[in-house]
């Protein structure tokens, strides 16, 4: 992405914040099978007239695009898999994307850059903080193609970090 439309895409998330009547701050770690490796930062998490704004603080992550995603409990154990599936209130039962009727869970790819940091703001439109507190939001291995084929999931791989997210 150059740098002019990575310039245009900050200054609409922006006005997309105007407006933002409440947030949270989600500390993200690591997965382990006790539920919290290494801390590697947080993500903010506004709720907007426009949906959900991610504002991801995160570092020490493998370059490229990961698979994001609220998942339904509030915990990390296991290396992640305690937090089950996707949040799936509607008995969707499809992985189908942010912008879609699948999974309400499913978000926008997280982007991390090659120095592994993640900085780039996503917007989740399907959802807002009410519907989240309580649950858990996911950072896959892989990427995720917003499919169950060729691979369920999206193929996104391991659940790599894992937050909880806080009920106020």
């Not at 900050?10 to 006005?15: A, D, G, T």
């Amino acid at each position: 992405m150059n740098k002019h439309v990575k310039s245009i895409l900050v200054v609409v998330l922006w006005v997309f914040s105007v407006g933002v009547q409440a947030s949270l701050i989600v500390p993200m770690h690591l997965t382990s099978d006790n539920g919290k490796g290494r801390k590697i930062g947080t993500i903010k998490v506004d709720d907007t007239v426009y949906g959900l704004l991610l504002t991801p603080k995160l570092h020490g992550l493998p370059p490229g695009v990961h698979g994001f995603h609220v998942h339904a409990m509030p915990m990390c154990e296991h290396a992640g898999m305690a937090a089950g599936g996707h949040l799936d209130p509607d008995k969707a039962q499809a992985h189908k994307g942010p912008y879609s009727n699948g999974h309400l869970g499913d978000l926008p790819l997280l982007s991390v850059d090659r120095n592994g940091k993640a900085t780039l703001q996503v917007l989740a439109p399907r959802l807002h903080l009410s519907q989240i507190k309580g649950k858990a939001l996911m950072v896959h291995v892989g990427g995720d193609n917003y499919s169950d084929k060729p691979e369920k999931l999206g193929g996104g791989g391991a659940r790599l970090a894992c937050g909880l997210i806080p009920y106020h």
